[in-house]
């Protein structure tokens, strides 16, 4: 799912049908859009959609010769496909075929937000670093992955990789290149070593000096003044970049704060965990640590792409070149 219930997200770029080829499009346009590489096609919808969770919206019906899809479910291809159960208009498109981040887009011409009005008492902005931290709230890296069914009958699960975290990483790896302006880059050993690495050795040269990559945030210490890149976090509710005080002369890069998180403070696997409720509370479990993906991680190519295009940088040759090569680099396993 994209969004978590009760949040939502808006999309300040044009999203939806209808759509048009790159070569269709006046050069200035684009430049204008902040699009500054091909792309497979560009929206002439309405910028400004909002995001919400599925299970989320309330008072609306599908349009039964709307709900066009791929596979096993919709993908909004066709316009909005869903209307206002009162008065029929079209009012969003609903997302959840299989490979999709299952999710409900609002027309931005169709809907209005009203914002929650609080007591003064109960009135809250949005929450600081330092809650955020005391909450803890971190995705892991792997997760259990779910089909309608397998070669044994009953629920088939395996482990994988969160795509959470392979969406994360796209975005992350595009910020990385164009900070790299082509020079190889490290990152620190560990688990941000096995998601970054394998993929920056084979897209940077190797013959100029290393840029090297720390990870920087809230409640680490503060990062060493030859670092050339901060991997840092984006606050989950305002979107802004955590930055040292004082300022810093280092490129950063974004992470979701949830990613961020486990990265920075990685949770072990606790051989003795309190229980259930369901035993007595002196009784300690002794669980084995949840399964390994039997791959590499893989970063997301679509999430790449997407935010490489944006960049300024992606007007370079040889990022043009690794815009091109991107079929190439999923075939083979590093995307």
Not at 212 to 234: K, M, Q, S, W
Request: net charge negative; hydrophobic share 40%; proline share 13%.
């Amino acid at each position: 799912m994209l969004m978590e219930p009760g949040t939502f997200a808006v999309e300040l770029e044009p999203w939806g049908p209808p759509w048009r080829r790159w070569g269709d499009a006046d050069p200035s346009q684009l430049a204008a859009r902040g699009t500054h590489a091909p792309v497979d096609r560009l929206s002439d919808g309405a910028p400004g959609a909002i995001v919400i969770a599925p299970g989320d919206t309330r008072g609306t019906l599908l349009i039964p010769e709307k709900s066009s899809g791929s596979c096993c479910g919709l993908d909004g291809a066709d316009g909005p496909n869903m209307a206002c159960e009162a008065c029929g208009l079209p009012v969003a498109s609903r997302i959840d075929d299989c490979s999709l981040w299952q999710a409900v887009w609002l027309t931005p011409n169709a809907v209005r937000r009203h914002p929650v009005v609080a007591d003064a008492d109960t009135a809250t902005g949005p929450q600081s670093w330092a809650e955020l931290m005391a909450e803890g709230c971190a995705a892991p890296p792997h997760v259990p992955i779910t089909s309608w069914g397998g070669r044994q009958l009953g629920l088939y699960h395996w482990w994988s990789w969160n795509p959470q975290w392979e969406a994360a990483a796209g975005r992350a790896l595009a910020h990385l290149l164009a900070a790299s302006e082509g020079r190889p880059v490290s990152v620190p050993h560990g688990l941000t070593e096995e998601v970054f690495q394998r993929t920056l050795d084979a897209l940077l040269s190797t013959g100029a000096p290393m840029l090297r990559a720390v990870l920087a945030g809230p409640e680490l210490p503060a990062p060493d003044t030859d670092a050339d890149i901060l991997l840092v976090p984006d606050h989950p509710e305002t979107g802004e970049l955590w930055a040292p005080a004082g300022g810093t002369s280092a490129h950063l890069v974004p992470l979701p704060f949830e990613v961020w998180l486990w990265l920075a403070f990685p949770e072990p696997h606790l051989p003795a965990a309190p229980s259930p409720q369901a035993l007595p509370g002196e009784v300690l479990r002794d669980d084995p640590p949840a399964p390994r993906p039997c791959r590499l991680f893989r970063i997301d190519a679509g999430v790449f792409r997407h935010t490489l295009v944006r960049l300024p940088a992606a007007r370079a040759p040889w990022l043009r070149e690794i815009l091109e090569n991107v079929p190439k680099y999923v075939s083979t396993g590093l995307f």
